[in-house]
């Protein structure tokens, strides 16, 4: 067991703001359970070298892609969620200050003639052109979703395409905002007396933030990566046991998996795949999560008496399912790290253990015995706070469900996390 290890507060980067956390285009979009980019970075300088090939099987919204860039690392990334492939893929592509000038100038002037002198006419435009998904219904009242639709549209009729996309992040980031999602909360709660954001201004105001971060971007990557991307980037939208990484060609790997037991990601990002047409039924697209209790397929191995322990526990629940199916997904997710590492490179794993009902579930040390059965060593362990995570972090401890804070029962969900950094042998 590694609980007895001290907590090491270098690696809890306390000293850092908001600001800090969300510079250059790290401040995007708010994305659930992103690592923050000063942990990647010193990873990344203590454990690789300028031209090396950086990798992230679980890239979410990029953190790491974003660093290993401005840091002059090749960086390789993938992600199953379209949502996270697309804030990726626009926060690691550098885009001309000027143009972006131009187009948001354009689409601001164009807007306000769409949404206040012209509503009607761009109204029924906009809903004849969108398949609006039904579930919209549910989430936003009926004037935010009428120039929510306005908005889409016009954003869509943008030709370029990497400027179409920047401006798509900046419409994902307001959803919540101009939602009746409950504002604080990162589960799928309403609340019905929320006030109405003004959508246009909301959108304004961040894209136009972004158009900043994104002059801030090009001026930190050296010129290679700001004249031509696509030679030092790759990512995709594919499995993390998928990499399109060639054997034994990366250096370093950092990466936080998915939670077990915390919740579905799924959930939390369907305001955007509704809206930007990848999501038809939230429980199919659940099945492609690691450790789904929606995909129909045989139990793996899981290669951990640990685990093995956890699971019995658990007592053949469904809670115990879960549980065994993520960890034999994570095993096929280490054999790739394996197979794309090269002899004797690190791969930096962030993950927290947690317990479900009163029993102990001890993720890091599963790893570690997974990683260990598959030929990678120990190389150190780093015991941390997590003051800066978006996760739901308190838990009843009766019920195992997530709770609010000043409820009684509570116990912290994930307080502190460990950084299992692995040699391969």
């Given at each position: 067991?590694?609980?007895?290890?001290?907590?090491?507060?270098?690696?809890?980067?306390?000293?850092?703001?908001?600001?800090?956390?969300?510079?250059?285009?790290?401040?995007?979009?708010?994305?659930?359970?992103?690592?923050?980019?000063?942990?990647?970075?010193?990873?990344?300088?203590?454990?690789?070298?300028?031209?090396?090939?950086?990798?992230?099987?679980?890239m979410g919204s990029g953190t790491t892609i974003v660093?290993?860039?401005?840091?002059?690392?090749?960086?390789?990334?993938?992600?199953?969620?379209?949502?996270?492939?697309?804030?990726?893929?626009?926060?690691?592509?550098?885009?001309?200050?000027?143009?972006?000038?131009?187009?948001?100038?354009?689409?601001?002037?164009?807007?306000?003639?769409?949404?206040?002198?012209?509503?009607?006419?761009?109204?029924?435009?906009?809903?004849?052109?969108?398949?609006?998904?039904?579930?919209?219904?549910?989430?936003?009242?009926?004037?935010?979703?009428?120039?929510?639709?306005?908005?889409?549209?016009?954003?869509?009729?943008?030709?370029?395409?990497?400027?179409?996309?920047?401006?798509?992040?900046?419409?994902?980031?307001?959803?919540?905002?101009?939602?009746?999602?409950?504002?604080?909360?990162?589960?799928?709660?309403?609340?019905?007396?929320?006030?109405?954001?003004?959508?246009?201004?909301?959108?304004?105001?961040?894209?136009?933030?972004?158009?900043?971060?994104?002059?801030?971007?090009?001026?930190?990557?050296?010129?290679?990566?700001?004249?031509?991307?696509?030679?030092?980037?790759?990512?995709?939208?594919?499995?993390?046991?998928?990499?399109?990484?060639?054997?034994?060609?990366?250096?370093?790997?950092?990466?936080?998996?998915?939670?077990?037991?915390?919740?579905?990601?799924?959930?939390?990002?369907?305001?955007?795949?509704?809206?930007?047409?990848?999501?038809?039924?939230?429980?199919?697209?659940?099945?492609?999560?690691?450790?789904?209790?929606?995909?129909?397929?045989?139990?793996?191995?899981?290669?951990?008496?640990?685990?093995?322990?956890?699971?019995?526990?658990?007592?053949?629940?469904?809670?115990?399912?879960?549980?065994?199916?993520?960890?034999?997904?994570?095993?096929?997710?280490?054999?790739?790290?394996?197979?794309?590492?090269?002899?004797?490179?690190?791969?930096?794993?962030?993950?927290?253990?947690?317990?479900?009902k009163g029993i102990y579930i001890p993720n890091a040390?599963?790893?570690?015995?997974?990683?260990?059965?598959?030929?990678?060593?120990?190389?150190?362990?780093?015991k941390r706070e997590i003051p800066s995570k978006m996760?739901?972090?308190?838990?009843?401890?009766?019920?195992?469900?997530?709770?609010?804070?000043?409820?009684?029962?509570?116990?912290?969900?994930?307080?502190?996390?460990?950084?299992?950094?692995?040699?391969?042998?």
């Open positions: 067991m590694i609980s007895h290890l001290n907590i090491d507060p270098s690696w809890s980067f306390n000293e850092c703001s908001a600001k800090d956390t969300s510079y250059i285009t790290h401040g995007y979009y708010t994305y659930p359970a992103k690592f923050i980019p000063q942990l990647v970075r010193r990873l990344i300088y203590e454990h690789s070298t300028e031209t090396q090939v950086l990798a992230d099987p679980f660093e290993g860039l401005i840091n002059q690392r090749i960086s390789i990334g993938v992600d199953i969620n379209e949502i996270a492939f697309l804030v990726a893929q626009v926060k690691t592509t550098p885009l001309p200050s000027l143009k972006l000038v131009e187009v948001f100038t354009q689409l601001e002037k164009d807007l306000k003639k769409r949404l206040y002198t012209e509503r009607t006419y761009f109204l029924q435009k906009s809903l004849d052109s969108l398949k609006l998904h039904e579930k919209i219904d549910y989430w936003f009242r009926p004037a935010q979703k009428e120039s929510l639709a306005i908005l889409l549209q016009r954003i869509l009729e943008i030709s370029d395409e990497p400027v179409r996309r920047f401006f798509l992040v900046a419409f994902a980031q307001i959803l919540k905002s101009c939602s009746i999602w409950l504002q604080k909360s990162v589960k799928p709660t309403r609340d019905l007396s929320k006030k109405d954001y003004d959508v246009l201004q909301t959108f304004l105001q961040h894209a136009k933030k972004m158009v900043e971060k994104n002059n801030q971007f090009c001026k930190l990557l050296p010129q290679p990566f700001l004249e031509n991307i696509e030679n030092y980037r790759i990512i995709a939208c594919t499995d993390a046991r998928e990499m399109p990484c060639l054997t034994e060609s990366v250096d370093l790997i950092i990466t936080s998996p998915p939670y077990v037991t915390s919740y579905e990601y799924a959930d939390l990002h369907q305001l955007p795949l509704y809206w930007l047409g990848y999501l038809e039924d939230l429980s199919q697209f659940r099945q492609k999560f690691i450790g789904s209790m929606y995909r129909k397929r045989e139990n793996g191995s899981i290669h951990s008496t640990l685990a093995e322990r956890v699971i019995k526990d658990l007592c053949n629940t469904k809670k115990s399912l879960e549980v065994q199916r993520y960890f034999a997904d994570m095993y096929e997710v280490f054999k790739e790290m394996h197979r794309i590492l090269k002899p004797r490179a690190k791969a930096c794993i962030i993950i927290g253990n947690t317990s479900f040390e599963v790893f570690i015995e997974q990683m260990q059965n598959l030929g990678f060593s120990i190389f150190d362990i780093v996760l739901p972090s308190t838990r009843d401890s009766k019920t195992g469900q997530f709770a609010k804070s000043n409820q009684e029962n509570v116990i912290l969900a994930y307080p502190t996390e460990y950084i299992l950094i692995f040699k391969k042998l």
